[in-house]
């Protein structure tokens, strides 16, 4: 038998039923013999662009390292991400130099709105605030008609976008994670939506839904991509009851911490909903059912009382640095639980997080005019770059970093906002 002409899966299967469709990752029954040893050399899985914003900086002493290079030491904020050391870049000494001039936007909106755009906001005369486009906007220019969704935009809620168009209007967030998840894994025809509504009146899984799909592909894979796609679609479930949850509790306010005790942590808390939508965006990478994501996963307002950090973060970056950093700590927390989460992804001979490369980050550091920023450099972009150093900046555009991110996803841009020069990582 001539093994190199096996039949192969399409790369484009999906489990269907009558009210679900479920992507599959990349299996090996979907790649040729012929060039399944050559994954490396030549049929590389694709690089996603990840960027992870938190509204109003960080508390900089806590976060920046003290050392320099691939010795530097984890600073109290970066503790979380002591296992994945070797998967990211501290890039301190980065600014937006025409994002912080003084116009009608003033400071406080400035850090999400020009985050990804870097933009002058007034810089057209007798215009109050122009934005322009976003970096992952720009991405999507490129990888938008390669995948089932151009791009994925998330927020827990309550934050001002920091996604623009291309004429620099803002595009809202999703910001209910059930949704995000039924949007990745239902059909939406009125059948479809039909049948999904008895499905869920009786409590059950998407997964039940395309259960004789599955059984169909498990007799035409091997033994190895059996295991995967069981582990899969075990992931699957175990998203879609976290999304359910939060749904239960996405209009409970959290509860105040009572005098004396310590506030309970609950399915309704901005925690739970982070890292469901941190779920949901695993999926959809590890699906190859969008290439582009943003995630705003803390805003100037946001409160924790699950960690007794009950007053709005922008307090905090005046008057608190305590309780500052703590809240820098619990979302760089989060970070480590979605890079958990995609390491753990097998992709050829390397893994989701090699294949990615994410922007964790702010466009303010300590203090509001701050111009050494706060922001990680996260992931391999497919062997391009070279992680597990704290790399000081002085004083270089944070658009720079952004077109060295584009250059990992194959994206030749000369130049975005005000520059044209790429960062050495």
Partial sequence: MNLNFRPTLNRRTFLRGSSAIIALPLLESMIPRRRVGAMVNGAKPPVRLVFIHTESGMWMDAFKPKTFGSEFELTPTLEPLADFKSDFTVCTGLYHPAAFKRNACGRHCQDTTCFLTGADLGAVPGVPTRNTVSVDQVAVRHLGDRTRFPYLHFSPGGINSIVHSETGTPIPAETNPQDAFNRLFADNSLEARTAAKRRLALNKSVLDDVLDSARELERQIGSQDKAKLDEYLTNVREVERRTQVSEK????????????????????????????????????????????????????????????????????????????????????????????RIKSVKEGENN???????LYGSGMGSWHESTDLANILIGHGGGVLKPGQHIDFKGKPLANLFLTMLDTAGIEEKRFADVTERLSL
């Avoid at 989701?352 to 994410?358: A, C, G, K, R, Y």
């Fill in 249 to 340: 509790w996405l209009d409970h306010p959290a509860p105040a911490v009572p005098s004396g005790a310590k506030a309970p942590t609950d399915s309704g808390t901005r925690t739970e909903r982070i890292r469901a939508l941190l779920d949901v965006t695993a999926l959809a990478l590890q699906t190859d059912q969008t290439r582009v994501v943003t995630l705003q996963i803390g805003g100037m307002g946001c409160i924790y009382p699950e960690i007794d950090a009950p007053e709005g973060y922008h307090k905090y970056t005046h008057e608190d640095p305590k309780n500052m950093q703590k809240v820098d700590r619990h979302r760089v927390s989060h970070l480590a639980y979605f890079l958990d």
């Fill in 352 to 358: 989701l997080l090699f294949n990615s490369t994410i």
